[in-house]
């Protein structure tokens, strides 16, 4: 063998043979599928071999010309169809490369059908690579078969001798494999295809809410009675003119060539779908561990506490659970406990009555909790609510019962409560500014979501935020993806999103490369000096102290002038004056 080194997969092969406890100098298997057997796994096969002896037929006269074979082989390893020289084939008889003989590794030694079949990828194996040494006559490249969910469903391969061998050989072993699959995967989307039209047609008699499908040019196709009685009965044929209420969705196939249409929803509610669990992207264990950990409080009515960083999917993950509960077809309401002003609390938690204070609304106002009655209540930033506005809380969570603001009637609500904060509650309640009863009453089922530098699958998820950023198949480049696993993400998801949305704008049309990723540098590698013995410039340190209380109250101007223990116009006046924006 030339250098007598074998590639990585071939050497991986032997070493697999040597655990079969197979022997190179050993007579090969030489057990045929006959008869019966052999037929029943023609016909089981019977699809796939239709479609590669079409692919065949138009390699016929170059395979013949080189004296090679082409063969295709099932998922166990037995050859089901063969195409080519004959004189080669008279040839390869002798180590049974022919129609009902299995090419596994565990039968004939390392080979490129059986190392395909083992790594599920394409492979060539030359010469001496072969484990068996009856086989160093050949050199073969085989590529694997798929099916539209993935599964291996059979192996193209090209086998000759050795001498006759040319470098295309294993680029033709892919490309006619790939043919295969596509005529198979066309096959299998024509007949989606026809049970989606039924389906849909079904829809649109019997789906109980305004339903409409259109063609590319947004013109109307189909109608169900809902959608009728509200745009009229003539409405099929017409161009498509968008209603309030009506929410358009694009449906496609991933490489946006086959069936595009747009199905059309009537909404409830002036907002967007909530999202569920299929929306929470990620193959990180400890993620996922967490993502169970939710799905199974979802059935169940126990608080939930969402503890974990700003920016790591807490209301993603709130409004998945509620989405997944027995629940979801009742409101979800979201409150963000840390943008209402501490006078106000009460009357947005629990309503007032009309009149009930200057500049009140006339007719009164419900309050949160009742606008939330038989569904949930998303507690944002529970951490952050005043101490007086927690005991109101407290009270309504143990006795079900609000009273609005002015009002002497009382209401009793029916609620599921969840929370969710980015601060150490028990610290907090050890500190004196949360209380425990309530952190006691709030912890039912506490989920704390794993930081984005701790997650081990921020590239997958990179990709995933990728797809919703831009219509196009855009990719990273290698630089670019040694850049995302380096840096720190101190806001998380939020800001992989933000990074990834410029990089699609800076790349255009090209692959998303490391220069198109706007990462600032991380608080480890901020200049500390100006230069080797010099101190930091006072100037220098007030913009690095800015900037840090800026990003870690994600911009919220309050919250960052808190931190600095200076006022909201002093910190104005000092980005102004540094060129912060």
Known sequence: MENNVLSEAAAASWKRCHEFGLVPTDPIDDDILTGNHMQSLLKQNEQTILYTEQIFEHMHTGIKQSGQMALLIDPEGTIIHTAGDIDFSRKALAVQLQTGANWAECRKGTNAIGVALA?????????????????????????????????????????????????????LACLAAQSVQNKILL?????????????????????????????????????????????????????????????????????????????????????????????????????????????????????????????????????????????????FVALNCSAIPDSLIESELFGYARGAFTGANKDGNAG???????????????????????????????????TPVGSTK?????????????????????????RADLFYRLKGIPITLPALRERSDILTLALHLLQKHTSCRAVFTEAAKRKLVA?????????????????????????????????????????????????????????????????????????????????RTTLYRKMEEYGIT
């Open 119 to 171: 790594e599920r990828k394409p492979v060539r194996v030359h010469a001496e690579e072969h484990y068996f040494i009856a086989n160093h006559f050949l050199t073969c490249a085989s590529a694997p078969i798929f099916n539209a969910i993935g599964e291996l469903i059979g192996i193209v391969n090209i086998s000759g001798k050795q001498e006759n061998y040319h470098d295309y050989t294993f680029t």
């Open 487 to 567: 840096y720190s993400w101190p806001g998380n998801i939020r800001e992989l999103s933000g990074i990834l949305m410029q990089a699609v704008f800076l790349a255009g049309d090209q692959a998303i490369d490391a220069e198109h990723l706007m990462i600032e540098a991380s608080d480890e590698s901020d200049t500390e000096t100006s230069g080797d013995d010099d101190p930091l410039t006072l100037r220098d340190a007030e913009i690095k102290a800015i900037k840090r209380a800026l990003k870690a109250s994600e911009w919220n101007l309050s919250k960052a002038a808190a931190k600095l223990k200076i006022g």
């Open 368 to 402: 949160k909790f009742e606008a939330a009655h038989k569904g949930t209540i998303f507690l944002d930033e529970i951490g952050d609510m005043p101490l007086r506005a927690q005991a109101a809380l407290l009270r309504v969570l143990q006795e079900r019962i609000i």
């Open 187 to 331: 096959e299998e989307s024509k007949k989606e295809h026809l049970i989606t039209l039924r389906e849909l047609e079904h829809s649109s008699l019997h789906h109980p809410l305004p339903l409409l499908s259109l063609s590319r040019d947004n013109r109307i196709l189909r109608a169900n009675h809902a959608a009728m009685r509200i745009m009229g009965s003539d409405i099929i044929g017409k161009s498509f003119t968008k209603l309030d209420g009506f929410a358009v969705e694009t449906i496609h196939n991933e490489h946006q060539k086959l069936w595009q249409s747009v199905s059309i929803r009537k909404t409830t509610g002036a907002g967007q779908p909530l999202y569920a669990f299929r929306d929470i992207v990620g193959t990180c264990p400890a993620f996922l561990q967490k993502k169970e950990l939710a799905q199974k409080a979802a059935a169940s009515d126990f608080p939930v506490l969402l503890l974990g960083e700003s920016g790591v999917g807490k209301e993603l993950f709130a409004q998945s659970i509620h989405t997944a509960s027995p629940r979801s077809s009742e409101p």
């Open 410 to 434: 009382s209401k009793t609500i029916d609620i599921r409560v969840i929370a969710a904060t980015n601060k150490n509650l028990a610290a907090e309640v050890k500190a004196g500014t949360f």
